[in-house]
């Protein structure tokens, strides 16, 4: 079981018994400036339609019902290191599902370091918080000066995890980091990518080794967006992310039912349940009793009122009316829920 530092609870960079990663390292820049119709014509204009944040103990208190409104998947850390638990890894979890986001995990990794206490750490907690999307191994930093020896531990985190979860991950990592500090090899063809360029341009710049992406981390440091996406008490900035799928693909590759942003979910009332209030969606008699076949009509409600409901009854036919008082009834099927 993974278990948060007992020295520092993952607050101190580089503390010697955990050794805690910093927030994020700087991937390399690649910023264009041009003006947005030249932009356009160069790299075009995509609309991302699928759009995220990752998260740690770096971003203080969440508030993931402002989160929803603005992004529909949370990616949070799980965990660094040789077995090291992010301290704010199960609240993120517990309170990011129950606004029914769907959540990938990640684990920093410090290669050079024991990588089957790394993948065992990770395996654990994504034992006991599942995802619904992607598992991540982040390689942002090496203490091995050999690109050679941090490809080997790579791979050998990458199988010992596959092994351990049975699922294949998807790796983070940045051109910076990645084309000098790896070796090269064909191990990740096909291999999908976490890339982070952190830029203004439209698309991410690949590291080498991989043919394209799925993810993106296209915005973090300096953006000042972390009240904007619900964060509070932690860092001021968010890490911001983008995914290639669109919300049909997404959904049908990973089972979920995302929304476009800004959709405000339908209100769902189980059968039987009395809602707080209903509108016509039309002119509908209102009666004494559950009866269409008789004439008991007292009255006419008009399109586009509100009514309050009490009860809910069945006619001789099976169908459900609205108690709205003594004696006052409307058909349900005449009505919508707000």
């Known amino acids: 079981m993974a278990q948060v530092c007992p020295n520092c609870g993952g607050n101190l960079v580089n503390c010697p018994v955990c050794n805690a990663p ?10 264009y400036t041009g003006k947005p119709p030249l932009r356009s014509r160069l790299f075009g204009s995509p609309t991302w339609e699928v759009q995220g944040i990752d998260i740690s103990k770096w971003n203080g208190i969440m508030n993931f019902a402002i989160t929803k409104t603005k992004c529909q998947v949370v990616t ?43 993948a065992q750490g990770f395996a654990t907690e994504l034992a006991t918080k599942p995802i619904q999307v992607e598992q991540h191994f982040d390689f942002e930093r090496t203490y091995l000066t050999n690109p050679t020896a941090t490809l080997e531990w790579i791979k050998s985190a990458d199988v010992k995890l596959r092994n351990k979860t049975g699922k294949v991950q998807m790796p983070y990592t940045s051109m910076g980091f990645w084309n000098t500090g790896v070796a090269r090899s064909t191990y ?46 932690g860092d001021p900035d968010m890490d911001l992310n983008r995914c290639k799928l669109t919300i049909a693909q997404f959904n049908a590759k990973y089972g979920t039912h995302i929304q476009p942003i800004g959709t405000i979910p339908p209100v769902v009332v189980p059968p039987g349940t009395v809602p707080e209030k209903v509108i016509l969606i039309t002119d509908a008699n209102i009666r004494t009793e559950p009866n269409p076949s008789i004439a008991n009509v007292i009255g006419v409600g008009t399109m586009n009122k509100i009514w309050y409901p009490e009860a809910i009854e069945k006619d001789q036919y099976g169908s459900d009316w609205y108690k709205m008082g003594k004696k006052t009834f409307i058909k349900k099927e005449l009505t919508r829920l707000p």
């Open 188 to 233: 990740w063809v096909g291999r999908r990518l976490w890339d982070a360029t952190w830029t203004t341009r439209d698309y991410p710049t690949l590291p080498l080794d991989f043919a394209d992406w799925d993810e993106w981390q296209w915005s973090a440091d300096g953006n000042r967006k972390a009240a904007e996406y619900g964060s509070t008490g």
């Open 76 to 118: 949070i850390r799980y965990g660094y290191g040789n077995g090291w638990k992010d301290a704010s890894a199960d609240q993120f979890y517990r309170d990011a599902r129950a606004q029914d986001m769907p959540v990938s995990a990640y684990w920093f990794c410090n290669i050079g370091e024991d990588a089957e206490k790394h």
């Open 22 to 31: 910093p927030k994020r390292i700087l991937p390399m820049m690649d910023i």
